[in-house]
Nanobody
Framework: QVQLVESGGGLVQAGGSLRLSCAAS????????LGWFRQAPGKERDFVAG????????YYVDSVEGRFTISRDNAKNTVYLQMNSLKPEDTAVYYC???????????????????WGQGTQVTVSS
């Protein structure tokens, strides 16, 4: 079990940028695969991006490919989501998540993750 806390959300104009951070409490941060999910009003919680334990592998949903970048700093127990060229359709509550499982791929299903942050609101105005 690891505790996660997101920060960095806010209001930004279309075309702008934000960087989300997720700080973890624990001594085994480097053993976790990490992901970012988002949930808009009236919609399901959807996968956005994921990263392997070492950071050597990443995966993105098609709608954010080329605009968002996930990264991690294991020395700081922190995972980031850099969001560029933001669109109104990106408006949602963003959640970070962690799993201690072993994978040959980047987990995309929310049920594969067992630790979740409280979420941070991202609003993109047109």
């Amino acid at each position: 079990q690891v505790q996660l806390v997101e920060s960095g959300g806010g209001l930004v104009q279309a075309g702008g940028s934000l960087r989300l951070s997720c700080a973890a409490s624990g001594r085994t941060f480097s053993s976790y695969f990490l992901g970012w999910f988002r949930q808009a009003p009236g919609k399901e919680r959807d996968f956005v991006a994921g990263i392997s334990r070492s950071g050597s592998s990443t995966y993105y949903v098609d709608s954010v490919e080329g605009r968002f970048t996930i990264s991690r700093d294991n020395a700081k127990n922190t995972v980031y989501l850099q969001m560029n060229s933001l669109k109104p359709e990106d408006t949602a509550v963003y959640y970070c998540a962690a799993t201690g499982g072993t994978y040959y791929y980047i987990p995309r299903n929310l049920h594969e993750y067992n630790s979740w942050g409280q979420g941070t609101q991202v609003t993109v105005s047109s």
